[in-house]
């Protein structure tokens, strides 16, 4: 029995996968070790999750978002070998984990598009070359918490057209004090911004949010995929909700910078399942 996670600060899908190949799902919250602790992550995985997979487990791989060097990695395999003892554990960025999820042994460009974005050039192996994402206040462009940050600032600033100002209005019922607070004293200021961006998927048949949403992908494309070494000769894939949801006007964007036919996946789980899968035996 093998068990793959992606990892995002949101959320965490899990694959129980078995000799036979048949996969189990299972969601928890997110891990991130930018805002959880070993203790935290322990706590919660052995009373609510040891019993949906049972301790039979050989190998675990993980991937997630905050694993930013060999330390933040730490965090979760620990967690996890005090959970399943006997389990050879891994844990990487989430970055391979979108890697091997749209290319397999492929070459490519992947990218993340979801609460955060990133971005790497990936030989079919490992991460060959990528940009520092520099996290929702510094970069992350095109993300859920960038978008989310410009709409709310959009919408305080009074520069949202009026009847979507006053759809926002109705729909979220925020104050600017509890914006604020949410955004400079909370723990997840990321999580509590990136649930705006749905907005602009409500409205997509405005040109306010149909603009938004292209300036943001492009800004992505410029800060991002453009300074990648050679970018022009590989295929482009996206990973997460925000890639999904936003996907045809993501498609016109990778289009104009010269990309064709990108591959789009809402969650990389599935494809993690069946890149480990192919190695069970």
């Known amino acids: 029995m093998i068990l793959v996670a992606d990892s995002g600060s949101t959320k965490t899908n899990w694959k129980l996968i078995s000799e ?3 996969g189990k799902t299972i969601k928890t919250k997110g891990i991130n070790p930018f805002f959880r ?16 997979t049972g301790t039979d487990i050989q190998e675990i791989f993980f991937y997630g ?13 620990k967690a ?13 960025c989430d970055m391979l984990g979108a890697a091997r999820s749209l290319f397999g042994n492929r070459p490519g460009i992947a990218c993340i598009l979801g609460t955060g974005s990133n971005t790497c050039l990936y030989d079919g192996n490992k991460i060959t070359s990528g940009i520092s994402p520099l996290g929702f206040i510094l970069g992350d462009e095109g993300s859920g918490a960038v978008m ?8 305080f600033k009074e520069v949202m057209p009026a009847y979507l100002r006053l759809a926002f209005s109705e729909k979220y019922k925020i104050t600017r004090e509890e914006a604020l607070n949410q955004v400079y004293r909370s723990e997840k200021p990321n999580q509590f911004l990136a649930q705006f961006t749905p907005f602009l998927s409500d409205y997509s048949h405005s040109a306010y949010c149909q603009e938004f949403v292209q300036q943001n992908f492009m800004e992505f494309f410029e800060r991002n995929i453009i300074k990648l070494p050679d970018y022009r000769k590989f ?8 890639a999904y949801f936003f996907s045809q006007i993501l498609i016109n964007v990778a289009s104009y910078y010269g990309f064709t036919h990108p591959e789009i996946l809402k969650d990389p789980i599935d494809g ?10």
């Open 20 to 22: 036979t190949g048949a």
């Open 37 to 52: 602790t070993e203790e935290d992550i322990f706590q919660e995985l052995s009373t609510s999750f040891l019993p949906e």
């Open 65 to 77: 978002a905050g694993i930013i060097n060999e330390e933040k990695g730490e965090v979760i395999r």
């Open 80 to 92: 996890l070998v005090r959970i399943y003892a006997q389990a050879k554990v891994e844990a990487n």
């Open 148 to 155: 989310g940050r410009k709409l709310l600032c959009d919408y």
């Open 235 to 242: 295929q482009i894939g996206f990973a997460g909700s925000v």
């Open 272 to 281: 993690l399942a069946k890149f480990h899968s192919s190695r069970i035996n």
